[in-house]
């Protein structure tokens, strides 16, 4: 960031008066521009015993298989944003329950939350978005493990499939961290039934 979107004279970064870090601070116009954390919202569209996966079109992992997801809009809902991704990147209507959040994921290293919910596919109209290359529906012994995008679409789909055999879906929360060997772990830090609180720790 170098110039303030208000009066666009130059930014400085420093600590302001009474803060503890660092941040963009306009000397002429005295605005502080604070960077939080990013939201993601998407959903782990269910029909039957299959989910709906997406062939992403776009980088980052183009080519690589995600669940419908995507930024948050401001004045927007989690669940809002999530079910818009996914009419946006598979053309596809859910019929959302009471008990729909699913996953939470912590990314401190990039400043990101994702979350995730668990939805039944309304009807088997679907089709790709513009960032989708193919959207189809797996059975867990189809799913290209290899090929999913993002360690959290993978950690969610193994949740998922697991939770199944029990017909039990806690709510659980993981702080996924990237290190500088580029290995990414993934944390479970809270489970909303604590039967399932298997503290294992994913590395990659
Ligand atoms: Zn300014």
Redesign the pocket.
């Given at each position: 960031m170098k110039y303030?979107p208000?009066?666009s004279?130059s930014l400085t970064l420093r600590t302001p008066e009474g803060d503890n870090r660092a941040r963009y601070c306009?000397d002429?116009?005295n605005?502080i521009l604070y960077q939080n954390p990013k939201n993601v919202v998407g959903v782990l569209p269910v029909y039957g015993d299959k989910i709906l996966l997406c062939k992403r079109a776009i980088e980052p992992r183009k080519g690589k298989w995600t669940l419908p997801a995507g930024f948050m809009e401001n004045g927007e809902s989690s669940l809002e944003g999530a079910i818009r991704e996914t009419k946006e990147e598979a053309g596809a209507e859910l019929a959302i329950k009471s008990d729909s959040l699913y996953t939470l994921f912590n990314l401190p290293t990039i400043s990101q939350v994702y979350i995730f919910f668990r939805a039944e596919l309304s009807n088997l109209k679907f089709s790709p978005g513009i960032e989708s290359e193919d959207v189809s529906l797996y059975k867990e012994s189809d799913i290209p493990w290899s090929e999913i995008a993002f360690p959290v679409v993978k950690t969610t789909i193994e949740k998922y499939f697991e939770d199944r055999r029990s017909g039990s879906f806690p709510v659980r929360m993981f702080t996924v961290r990237h290190h500088a060997d580029r290995s990414i772990s993934t944390e479970l830090v809270s489970c909303s039934d604590v039967q399932t609180t298997d503290t294992n720790r994913i590395t990659e």
């Open positions: 303030c208000h009066c004279a306009c002429s116009c605005a």
